[in-house]
């Protein structure tokens, strides 16, 4: 497919074609084809048929700084992430950085499509669309000189605003424990959870619907549920990323404490623990939410329908209300 024509253009490459090649003067030209004498002789004098370019002879950004500019362009080609990644990464260190401008800069150094990998994509999708209020919870293990410590972790799938605490055995009672302080710390009602198939959540799928479990009564975990009118779902076993936000986010909390740091006792560890979770709930942007901060996300759920809410969350900011 040839290259579109300007939008005020009055010959065709063909006609142009044939004005360079006729041997009649411009004006009769002119008058056979209906032209200005000035476009017959502009055409006349050029090689090609080709409408010339456009804009600005060197193009240039009008957001960012050559230096600036370069960095973009620096940190795409070293790291070859996607559009949103840099953003992301830049867009600190660079504060007048749209995305729109990235794009731009992007372009006009032909970078702005990434090389093909020749490894297939995985088949796994993304989570379901749903509303705020469905949480993953899970649990994981912390390993000190000290001892062993357990870490109960929930993250809400469409706000990511995230909870832990710390027990010190994996048991059926600290998950329910558990689940009764996440309903109490969620500004908004919480109508799903999603765990995985462990004995702190659930009864192992063989002893479901035996006798002693019939005689006992539901798992405590769901007898919490139950209480708050909260939906239980279990994970497929053997399938641990179907709960791979929980999962996700218990590997981002170790990355960041306990195998970067060392700790004198478990107090610390703790502490190091929670400010992280802070910090992550209340200055984190996430790209997943647009590069906003769980919080601001939260926030956006309370304009949207406050009816969910028990508290408004501007009162959980962790500093002074000014």
């Not at 990235?102 to 993304?126: D, N, T, W, Y």
């Not at 002893?207 to 769901?222: E, Q, S, V």
């Amino acid at each position: 497919m040839g290259a579109g024509l300007h939008g005020s253009a009055r010959t065709t490459p063909r006609v142009r074609a044939e004005l360079q090649a006729a041997q009649a003067s411009s004006r009769a030209l002119a008058e056979r084809y209906g032209l200005n004498p000035k476009t017959v002789r502009k055409w006349r004098g050029r090689t090609g048929t080709a409408d010339a370019p456009m804009g600005p002879r060197q193009p240039h950004s009008t957001v960012l700084t050559e230096a600036e500019e370069a960095i973009v362009v620096e940190f795409r080609r070293r790291t070859l992430l996607p559009l949103d990644d840099v953003l992301g990464c830049l867009r600190e260190s660079i504060p007048r950085l749209t995305r729109s401008a990235l794009h731009r800069c992007l372009v006009r150094h032909g970078i702005s499509r990434l090389p093909r990998e020749g490894e297939k994509a995985s088949k796994r999708q993304r989570f379901a669309e749903t509303r705020i209020g469905y949480v993953h919870i899970d649990a994981c293990e912390l390993r000190l000189a000290e001892g062993k410590l357990f870490m109960f972790l929930a993250i809400d799938r469409v706000s990511k605003f995230t909870h832990v605490a710390f027990f010190d055995a994996n048991t059926k009672m600290n998950g329910a424990a558990f689940l009764r302080e996440v309903v109490e710390v969620f500004p908004y009602a919480i109508h799903t959870v999603l765990t995985d198939n462990g004995m702190a959540f659930a009864d192992l799928p063989q002893n479901r619907d035996g006798p002693t479990r019939r005689y006992l009564g539901a798992h405590i975990f769901d007898r919490v549920c139950g209480e708050h009118g909260i939906e239980h779902r279990l994970t497929k076993p053997y399938h641990p990323w179907t709960n791979g936000q929980a999962e996700r986010m218990n590997r981002t909390v170790k990355d960041a404490t306990t195998k970067a740091f060392h700790y004198p006792d478990l107090g610390a560890l703790k502490a190091h623990v929670l400010a992280f979770v802070a910090a992550y709930n209340f200055a984190k942007h996430l790209k997943a939410l647009r590069w906003r901060t769980p919080f601001q996300a939260v926030c956006d759920g309370w304009a949207k329908d406050p009816t969910i809410f028990k508290i408004n969350p501007h009162h959980l900011i962790p500093e002074p209300n000014t």
